[in-house]
């Protein structure tokens, strides 16, 4: 499970982005979201934009501040208004800060991070697809802080967490995707590497957002597409592996998660 870091700290690489979606599925989302104000409407506007480049200017000054200043904003604005959304992105961020203090070598602040960034999760009530899959992936990250016993026990958690989010949502690109990654960084010897291929194939062919919508989640293509090159690399499927090489980068040119495979296809 320690390898499971590598996409972790690969996701710092990785700008999210967002594509323009139908809007068939708008009245059902309308039934499911929580009422936003227009005031956090404007404040969350981008807010998985401004949580990355808040990350990125926090690996650039070595501080945790810029990371620090947007979640001050989210706390506010659950004060004013609590509901779901806003606990999401406080948990997204609590993941990027985890990843932050990991890069400066700083394990006991990244693993407390990551368990205030878990414990959002435990105490949310009503949770979606999203909220499943981004809390499998944050209980994920925190597995390389145990072992025996208790990391064995969070592994069945993510499990959990991730047949909830595809329960609640098969066409749920996120939850696809975690549920890969999950496969992918288990063992075979412990029933992992099954599914990767299966989970990742589906994540890359789904929308990033059933609504477009420029303050809830639109990650995980980008990601999706970076690991099933992997794969397909380890697997020595080259023809498969320069495909979706190529479709990954017609989508997302400038991917360092997806053009760091460009030399090991050369000549494949």
Same mark, same amino acid.
Not at 147 to 155: F, M, P, T
Not at 186 to 203: D, M, N, S
Not at 240 to 258: D, M, N, T
């Given at each position: 499970?320690?390898?499971?870091?590598?996409?972790?700290?690969?996701?710092?690489?990785?700008?999210?982005?967002?594509?323009?979606?139908?809007?068939?599925?708008?009245?059902?989302?309308?039934?499911?979201?929580?009422?936003?104000?227009?005031?956090?409407?404007?404040?969350?506007?981008?807010?998985?934009?401004?949580?990355?480049?808040?990350?990125?200017?926090?690996?650039?000054?070595?501080?945790?501040?810029?990371?620090?200043?947007?979640?001050?904003?989210?706390?506010?604005? *659950?004060?004013?208004?609590?509901?779901?959304?806003?606990? +999401?992105?406080?948990?997204?961020?609590?993941?990027?800060?985890?990843?932050? +203090?990991?890069?400066?070598?700083?394990?006991?602040?990244?693993?407390?991070?990551?368990?205030?960034?878990?414990?959002?999760?435990?105490?949310?009530?009503?949770?979606?697809?999203?909220?499943?899959?981004?809390?499998?992936?944050?209980?994920?990250?925190?597995?390389?802080?145990?072992?025996?016993?208790?990391?064995?026990?969070?592994?069945?958690?993510?499990?959990?967490?991730?047949?909830?989010?595809?329960?609640?949502?098969?066409?749920?690109?996120?939850?696809?995707?975690? *549920?890969?990654?999950?496969?992918? +960084?288990?063992?075979?010897?412990?029933?992992?590497?099954?599914?990767?291929?299966? *989970?990742?194939?589906?994540?890359?062919?789904?929308?990033?957002?059933?609504?477009?919508?420029?303050?809830?989640?639109?990650?995980?293509? #980008?990601?999706?597409?970076?690991?099933?090159?992997?794969? *397909?690399? #380890?697997?020595?499927?080259?023809?498969?592996?320069?495909? +979706?090489?190529? #479709?990954?980068?017609?989508?997302?040119?400038?991917?360092?998660?997806?053009?760091?495979?460009?030399?090991?296809?050369?000549?494949?």
């Amino acid at each position: 499970m320690k390898n499971f870091l590598f996409i972790i700290l690969a996701f710092s690489y990785m700008s999210p982005v967002c594509s323009n979606i139908s809007n068939q599925n708008e009245n059902k989302f309308n039934k499911q979201s929580p009422v936003i104000q227009d005031v956090q409407k404007s404040a969350l506007d981008s807010i998985q934009f401004k949580i990355y480049n808040s990350f990125v200017k926090s690996i650039i000054d070595k501080s945790a501040n810029p990371l620090n200043s947007i979640l001050g904003d989210l706390t506010n604005l *659950y004060r004013e208004n609590p509901n779901n959304t806003i606990l +999401y992105w406080e948990a997204y961020l609590m993941y990027y800060k985890a990843i932050y +203090y990991l890069k400066i070598n700083d394990k006991s602040n990244s693993e407390k991070t990551i368990l205030e960034g878990i414990d959002i999760f435990k105490d949310m009530q009503k949770k979606n697809s999203e909220d499943y899959a981004l809390f499998a992936m944050l209980q994920s990250f925190s597995i390389q802080f145990t072992s025996g016993i208790k990391a064995s026990e969070i592994s069945g958690e993510v499990k959990k967490n991730l047949e909830l989010a595809l329960d609640i949502d098969p066409l749920n690109l996120r939850a696809n995707y975690v *549920y890969a990654s999950n496969d992918f +960084y288990t063992p075979a010897k412990y029933g992992g590497r099954k599914e990767v291929e299966k *989970y990742l194939l589906k994540a890359i062919s789904l929308p990033d957002q059933k609504v477009n919508n420029s303050f809830l989640a639109s990650w995980g293509k #980008e990601e999706a597409y970076a690991m099933l090159v992997r794969f *397909y690399i #380890e697997q020595e499927k080259w023809d498969l592996a320069k495909k +979706y090489y190529q #479709e990954g980068v017609e989508i997302f040119p400038g991917s360092y998660s997806i053009n760091q495979f460009a030399s090991k296809l050369v000549g494949k």
